[in-house]
């Protein structure tokens, strides 16, 4: 049994994460100050003894006894990482500082959660792990963008300076149950608006591509990455290589829900990149890993969850 800190830990990833971590027989605490994470998502764990909740906020230091970390802080989508983007900005830099820092003191090991954003709107396609990006430094998205290329840096920085025991994946687009109705991501939006029966919203010409990975195949992957010896450290792609495109995703969704809604298309929102996925050659070979789920079977899932949320 391993005690096991997990920042960010009732939000999307994070709530699905308490409850692998937990089914293997571990001990979690789970941080979050609730900005985007949400206590439902995590209610039903409130009775395991294994599981602690502290209502905690990065941005000021945290201490505990623990074996692994696991670093998910940060509001993760566009609507909410600029409704303050100094905020994102401080949880992102300070809260890899009062992790990495915690972690050097009690030695144990730390997961940063990063993301395919470090890579900006590539010029390189698909992107490999060795490709350094494109960034737009003071853009509109900015503050998650650069927040997490600089949480990168001190995590190899503390490797270097302090031998701290890091391990860097990033997070290709995501999806799946208890992620927030609101939250603007793409999978989101367009599974609200067609339950709706609304017009789904395309911003730009909806050629832009993306990659999208279930849940469960990506928490899969956090927990091999913390599981390789020392010497791997990452950073590593997590994410699902098979590319779609907006409005195809839009289509899948209307026939999967048998929706009414039509699509409409919005002119494209700033700094949004053209094309999303990822190389991973390091991810099969190094984690074993590769995603198992379908879109359309994890899109399934996804909305009979929205299904559930809207009715209550």
Not at 109 to 127: M, R, W
Not at 152 to 181: C, S, W
Not at 227 to 241: A, K, M, S, V
Request: with cysteine.
């Amino acid at each position: 049994m391993k005690r096991i800190l997990i920042t960010g830990g009732a939000g999307f990833l994070g709530s699905h994460l308490c409850e692998k971590l937990l089914a293997d027989g571990n001990e979690v605490i789970c941080l979050d100050n609730y900005f985007t994470g949400r206590k439902k998502n995590i209610i039903h764990l409130l009775d395991n003894p294994g599981f602690e909740l502290v209502r905690h906020d990065v941005t000021s230091p945290y201490y505990a006894e623990t074996d692994e970390i696991y670093n998910l802080a940060c509001p993760a989508s566009p609507i909410h990482y600029q409704y303050n983007p100094i905020k994102t900005v401080k949880t992102s830099v300070l809260g890899a500082i009062h992790m990495l820092g915690l972690a050097k003191r009690i030695k144990a090991k730390i997961l940063q959660a990063s993301t395919s954003e470090v890579y900006g709107d590539p010029t390189v396609h698909p992107q490999p792990e060795e490709y350094w990006g494109h960034v737009n430094p003071a853009g509109i998205r900015s503050c998650y963008d650069e927040g997490k290329r600089c949480a990168e840096t001190l995590f190899f920085d503390y490797h270097r300076q302090h031998a701290v025991r890091i391990k860097v994946v990033r997070i290709f687009n995501t999806y799946g149950p208890y992620m927030h109705p609101n939250d603007g991501r793409v999978v989101s939006n367009f599974i609200i608006q067609a339950l709706r029966n609304e017009d789904i919203t395309i911003y730009g010409d909806g050629l832009q591509s993306r990659s999208f990975c279930y849940c469960d195949d990506l928490i899969r992957g956090f927990a091999a990455m913390m599981d390789t010896p020392d010497r791997i450290t990452g950073p590593i792609n997590l994410g699902n290589p098979e590319e779609f495109t907006i409005r195809e995703l839009a289509e899948i969704i209307i026939d999967l829900t048998g929706s009414k809604s039509k699509t409409i298309y919005l002119p494209k929102v700033g700094d949004d990149p053209m094309q999303r996925q990822p190389v991973i050659d390091k991810a099969r070979t190094i984690l074993h890993w590769t995603p198992a789920v379908p879109l359309r079977e994890g899109l399934k899932k996804t909305i009979a969850y929205f299904e559930e949320e809207l009715r209550r």
